[in-house]
């Protein structure tokens, strides 16, 4: 299985920047897609970026030209860097991981996971 821990949320004034990271750990995981939801209180949850294995990348069209998404491999890693942030960004931002999951001989899976959350706020 795989467990993923999430830093790097916090309290920022409109127009600065954070920088969030999502380390995944566990035992006998292969990730594929990795990527960053958000969610504020009484709405659906909503993708923000994804990064593919082959380090494709898609944007939510409000995101565009301001955050990255990225991912370090070697660490398991994926990070968002968020830039020239708004009020509108304040939310809980979750990271998910798509992964192919080695529950047995000859039983791989691929399973989705969430991190914990952390929070976003945008204000002055």
């Known amino acids: 299985q795989v467990q993923l821990v999430e830093s790097g949320g916090g309290l920022v004034q409109p127009g600065g920047s954070l920088r969030l990271s999502c380390a995944a750990s566990g035992s006998r995981f292969f990730i594929n897609a990795m990527a960053w939801y958000r969610q504020v209180q009484g709405n659906q949850r909503e993708l923000v970026a994804q990064?593919?294995?082959?380090?494709?990348?898609k944007y939510a069209d409000s995101v565009k030209g301001r955050f990255t998404i990225s991912r370090d491999n070697a660490k398991n890693t994926v990070y968002l860097q968020m830039n020239n942030l708004k009020p509108e960004d304040t939310a809980d931002y979750y990271c998910?991981?798509?992964?192919?999951?080695?529950?047995?001989?000859?039983?791989?899976?691929?399973?989705?996971?969430w991190g914990q959350g952390t929070q976003v706020t945008v204000s002055s």
């Open positions: 998910n991981v798509q992964a192919d999951t080695v529950l047995g001989a000859h039983d791989i899976r691929p399973l989705e996971y």
């Open positions: 990064i593919t294995g082959g380090a494709n990348t």
